[in-house]
């Protein structure tokens, strides 16, 4: 059974920075593409971020990019999202997924976490 659990959600000022974190079990995770999406109060989920099964491709948002930085290590089966100069604009719930395909497409990843809650104040 596939299990993904982010952490390291919260309040942060803007301007400040937050590390989230997806704990992956359940299957080989360095066979896997791993991503990161949100979802803001009313609006659909989005695409923020893509790591390929080596770590060696990423992939951003354009809104992200150049802020945020997508990261994973094989040995212990996490992956990271590490988020500077935060804006009241990445609020939202992050959930971290799991797939097959080196993509922005939600419909691709598999599995899904739970999600974690950030809130950037102004």
């Known amino acids: 059974q596939v299990r993904l659990v982010e952490s390291g959600g919260g309040l942060v000022q803007a301007g400040g920075s937050l590390r989230l974190s997806c704990a992956a079990s359940?299957?080989?995770?360095?066979?896997?593409?791993m991503g990161w999406f949100r979802q803001a109060p009313g609006k659909e989920r989005e695409f923020v971020a893509t790591?390929?099964?080596?770590?060696?491709?990423?992939s951003y948002a354009a809104s992200v990019k150049g802020r945020f930085t997508i990261s994973r290590n094989n040995a212990n089966d996490t992956v990271y999202l590490q988020m500077n100069s935060l804006n009241p604009e990445d609020t939202a719930v992050y959930y971290c997924?799991?797939?097959?395909?080196?993509?922005?497409?939600?419909?691709?990843?598999?599995?899904w976490g739970q999600g974690t809650q950030v809130t950037v104040s102004s």
């Open positions: 997924a799991q797939g097959t395909s080196f993509t922005s497409y939600a419909r691709s990843f598999d599995y």
């Open positions: 359940g299957r080989t995770f360095s066979s896997y593409v």
């Open positions: 790591i390929s099964t080596s770590g060696r491709d990423v």
